[in-house]
């Protein structure tokens, strides 16, 4: 089981790679294409749902809004309902940028297992799905993270040096 969780950190650390390296390509930093992914799958919205979504300052969101402005990626509207706030709306240009980042991570992701049999890929699915919901699952309770993490770090845990033999 531990080799599954090296595993799975080997993946985390590739995807992290990966978005790097398409937010290069596309100009912009990771915390840009983390926004264009938001606005994306979740449609336009206000700058303090960006602050809370990408775990940033509210001053950071006003520069890193324009920046994708500037980059023609993103841009502020008038919210429909409250004439005090805006949105943030993804640009036809923004639009496609993240669509076309997104296709090519799932094509990537495909070609990966595109030997492997349908019934091993829909149950590694699955773990995935339950992997998923169990990080979300612990992380739901900031105060239990917070309290688990300091009795782990006061407790001088883990001890043990990381695996890093061979892995990234």
Known sequence: MDRMAVQLRNVIVA?????RAEAAALGVGVL???ALGELYHRGPLPPSALVIRLGIASA?????LDRLTAAGLARRERHP?????VLIVLTPEGRRAIAAMFDMFTEDILAAVQHARPEHVREFTEVLAGIAAS?????ADPDAVTRDLARRVGNGEPDA???TAGHA
């Not at 990080?135 to 992380?139: A, E, H």
Request: aromatic fraction near 4%.
């Open 60 to 64: 950071s969101v006003t520069s890193l």
């Open 32 to 34: 840009e294409a983390a």
């Open 81 to 85: 309902t409250d004439r005090r706030s």
């Open 161 to 163: 040096a990381p695996d």
């Open 135 to 139: 990080l979300l699952q612990r992380v």
């Open 15 to 19: 995807t992290d790679e990966y978005r």
